[in-house]
């Protein structure tokens, strides 16, 4: 697999251990939305990268989940990615510049759940695509 894809790996990790130890501490909270949308944004750009999809250098999980549609890959939480895009992709923003993000830790284990959705199927198409 990819650097990219790697390195969404390192981030769902940093955001599993932080939403498990946030305990409903917003500042603890904060870091685990943060891990969660750059674990997102590299998973999608891991996938776009695998199907040699270009995009911008961006953090905007709108603009990045919208070329998932140039790809063969379907997934069950699609509905549930585009209702949220737009909140995930303030989560990058908002972590680092304001005084704290204004969320549940139900929104954030639904877009983890996203996430692995997502991976799933990812990873079921490469076993499709490369059998052995």
């Given at each position: 697999?990819?650097?990219?894809?790697?390195?969404?790996?390192?981030?769902?990790?940093?955001?599993?251990?932080?939403?498990?130890?946030?305990?409903?501490?917003?500042?603890?909270l904060?870091?685990?939305?943060?891990?969660?949308?750059?674990?997102?944004?590299?998973?999608?750009?891991?996938?776009?990268?695998?199907?040699?999809?270009?995009f911008?250098?961006?953090?905007?999980?709108?603009?990045?989940?919208?070329?998932?549609?140039?790809?063969?890959?379907?997934?069950?939480?699609?509905?549930?990615?585009?209702?949220?895009?737009?909140?995930?992709?303030?989560?990058?923003?908002?972590?680092?510049?304001?005084?704290?993000?204004?969320?549940?830790?139900?929104?954030?284990?639904?877009?983890?759940?996203?996430?692995?959705?997502?991976?799933?199927?990812?990873?079921?198409?490469?076993?499709?695509?490369?059998?052995?």
């Amino acid at each position: 697999m990819s650097t990219m894809y790697e390195r969404f790996n390192t981030w769902r990790h940093y955001a599993i251990e932080e939403l498990n130890a946030s305990k409903g501490f917003d500042s603890e909270l904060d870091k685990a939305c943060f891990d969660t949308q750059q674990a997102l944004e590299f998973l999608i750009k891991a996938i776009l990268l695998q199907y040699g999809i270009s995009f911008d250098k961006v953090h905007d999980i709108v603009e990045l989940s919208g070329l998932l549609e140039q790809t063969d890959i379907e997934f069950e939480k699609k509905d549930d990615l585009d209702l949220l895009a737009t909140t995930i992709t303030s989560w990058e923003e908002l972590a680092r510049y304001s005084s704290g993000i204004k969320t549940k830790q139900d929104t954030v284990r639904r877009v983890m759940n996203i996430i692995d959705n997502l991976n799933e199927a990812f990873l079921k198409k490469q076993e499709e695509n490369n059998p052995e």
